[in-house]
C-alpha cells in the first residue's frame, strides 16, 4: 500500500485503498497533520475516530484538513495551530453502496402449526437480502470498535465467519415466518404464492432489530420454503388438500353445467316466442293479403262484401232449413222452418233482401197456408187429435167452438 509522504514521514493525502466489498475500513496510518488532503469517493463517507469515540464526518470530495474542518475534534482534543504539528486520530472509510445478494437461511427447522388443517409441521426456509450502512457513526460505535474493518461476511457469517449479526436475522425469520403464517391463515401448501407478502413482513421485523446499529436491508427475498416431504403429517395434510380441491371442482364443474343448461334453456324459449311471434305477423300478413284479394275479386265481379255476406247467409239457411232434418221429418215442416228461418233472416240482414226477396215471398205465402191447416184441425176430449170436420171422428163430439152455432 503506497502512501504519498511529505518530506518528513507524514502522509500528505488520504485515501480509501480497501476492498470493494468491504462495509468498513480504517486507514492504516492514524499521524496526520494539518493540512493533509483527504480524498472521499462516491458512496463513501469518512469518519474521523479518537480515543473510542466518532467524531467529524466528510462526505464525497476532497477534503483539506483544517482546524475549522475538523469542529469536533478541535472542541474535544486541541489541534496544534501550527501546520507543521502532526495531530493524532484514526479515520475509517464507510462504504454506503448497497451490498447485493448476501445469502441466509434457517439453521434448523421451524415448527409451527398449519392454520388450516391444524397439523403440527416443521419448515425450513432459505434466501438472500440486499443491505447498506444508513448511519456509519452508529455501526462504527456499537460494532467496529477498534477492528481494522470487516465485510458483509464479518457481519452475517459467510465463508465460515460466525458473523455479529446472523443470529439477530435467523431468529427474526423463524418467529417471524411463523407468526405470519399463523396470522395471516397462509395454508402451508400454497405458500409458495404468499413469498412475496413473507418477504416483505419479514423484512420490515428485521430492519427494526438492526436500525439500532446503522444497518438497513432494502430487499429481502425468501427463494425457498422446505416442506417436510417425509412427515407423516404432511403427506396426510396433502392428501385431503387433494380431496378437497377435486371436490371444490367437481361442484364448480356441475355449478356451471346447471347455469349453461338453464342459459340454454332460456335461450329455446326466447327462441319459440320470437318464432311464434314471426308466425303470428306471417297468418296476419297472410289474412291481409287474402281479405285484399277477395276485395279485389268482390269488386272486379261488382258487389261488395255486405252482399257477399248476405248471400253466404242465405246460401247457408237454406241449406239448413231444408237439409237438416231426419227422415222422419215432412216436407211440409221444412218449408214452415224455412219460412221462419227466412223471415228472421230477412229481418235481421236487411241487405239480402233484394236477392231472396222471391223465395221469401214464396216461403210467407207456403207458412201462412200451414198456419191455416193447423188453425182448421182440433183435438176432441176423448183423446183423437186432429179432427178436421165440426164432429169428432171418434166419439162423434161436435167442436166446442161449433156448438153454439
Not at 115 to 136: K, M, Q, T, W, Y
Amino acid at each position: 500500500m503506497k502512501q504519498k509522504l511529505t518530506q518528513n514521514g507524514l502522509v500528505s493525502i488520504i485515501k480509501y485503498d480497501g476492498d470493494n466489498d468491504a462495509l468498513v475500513w480504517k486507514h492504516p496510518i492514524e499521524d496526520f497533520k494539518l493540512g493533509t488532503q483527504l480524498i472521499v469517493h462516491e458512496s463513501q463517507e469518512a469518519v474521523f475516530f479518537k480515543d473510542g469515540r466518532a467524531f467529524d464526518v466528510f462526505g464525497a470530495g476532497r477534503h483539506t484538513l483544517e482546524t475549522q474542518k475538523l469542529p469536533l475534534l478541535d472542541q474535544f482534543f486541541r489541534l496544534p495551530s501550527d501546520a507543521d504539528k502532526t495531530f493524532h486520530s484514526e479515520i475509517y472509510y464507510i462504504n454506503l453502496a448497497t451490498q447485493m445478494g448476501i445469502k441466509w437461511g434457517t439453521d434448523s427447522r421451524i415448527r409451527l402449526l398449519d392454520p388450516v388443517s391444524g397439523l403440527p409441521l416443521e419448515i425450513g426456509a432459505c434466501g438472500e437480502f440486499n443491505l447498506r450502512v444508513c448511519n456509519g457513526r452508529k455501526l462504527l460505535l456499537k460494532v467496529v470498535g477498534t477492528s481494522s474493518g470487516f465485510g458483509p461476511g464479518s457481519l452475517f457469517g459467510e465463508d465460515g465467519a460466525k458473523g455479529y449479526f446472523r443470529s439477530i436475522v435467523i431468529t427474526q425469520v423463524k418467529t417471524g415466518l411463523a407468526e405470519t403464517i399463523k396470522q395471516e391463515n397462509i395454508h402451508i401448501l400454497e405458500i409458495d404464492s404468499e413469498l412475496l407478502k413473507l418477504s416483505a413482513l419479514l423484512q420490515e421485523k428485521i430492519n427494526g432489530a438492526l436500525e439500532a446499529y446503522g444497518l438497513e436491508i432494502t430487499d429481502f427475498f425468501i427463494t425457498r420454503i422446505l416442506t417436510p416431504e417425509e412427515d407423516p403429517n404432511y403427506r396426510r395434510l396433502k392428501e385431503q388438500y387433494a380431496k378437497q380441491y377435486l371436490l371444490v371442482r367437481e361442484e364448480e364443474i356441475r355449478r356451471r353445467e346447471a347455469e349453461a343448461a338453464a342459459e340454454r334453456k332460456a335461450v329455446e324459449a326466447q327462441t319459440q316466442a320470437r318464432l311464434k311471434i314471426i308466425e303470428a305477423q306471417g297468418n296476419a300478413e297472410a289474412l291481409k293479403l287474402h281479405a285484399a284479394a277477395e276485395a279485389a275479386e268482390m269488386q272486379m265481379k261488382g258487389y261488395t262484401y255486405q252482399q257477399e255476406t248476405a248471400r253466404l247467409v242465405g246460401m247457408e239457411a237454406m241449406k239448413n232449413g231444408l237439409g237438416s232434418g231426419d227422415g222422419g221429418s215432412s216436407l211440409l215442416g221444412d218449408i214452415a222452418g224455412l219460412g221462419v228461418g227466412l223471415g228472421a233472416m230477412g229481418g235481421v240482414m236487411n241487405m239480402a233482401k233484394d236477392a231472396l226477396s222471391p223465395l221469401t215471398e214464396q216461403s210467407m205465402q207456403t207458412g201462412q197456408s200451414m198456419a191455416n191447416i193447423l188453425k182448421a184441425s182440433w183435438d176432441c176430449t176423448c183423446g183423437q187429435l186432429g179432427n178436421t170436420g165440426n164432429f169428432c171422428s171418434n166419439c162423434g163430439k161436435k167442436r166446442e167452438d161449433q156448438r153454439d152455432e
